[in-house]
């Protein structure tokens, strides 16, 4: 990973703000639905608003695993974690390793689950 390059994170309307806030305090580059005022999009709309900005999609919306996978939709990756899965702190610490460890290029058309 070149120095620098980190993995841009766009978090859908269905992600907890407290997640996208405890990343914004660590340095994370992320921002949510609710921020850019994109609440009520579709699926297919808040993908390409992520496209648009190269950056991962965040959700824990599993209808982004089968658009992804069924229609071949380009994307810089998609991080999914089940709602119910993990705490709030641990989807942090998950995000900000993910962050620090895995490079842009290796996030492109990548899925990830937490």
Known sequence: M????RIRIYADE???VAIVEGLKRRGVDIWSALDTGKLGLSDEEQLDCSLAEKAAIFTHDDDFLSMASESGTE???IIYVHQQHL???ECIRRLKTIVETI????????ILFL
Do not use: A, Q, R, Y
């Open 75 to 77: 994307h810089f990756g």
């Open 103 to 110: 490079s842009p290029e290796e996030m492109h058309n990548h």
């Open 87 to 89: 705490s709030i702190g």
């Open 14 to 16: 269905n992600v907890d």
């Open 2 to 5: 070149k120095k620098g390059e």
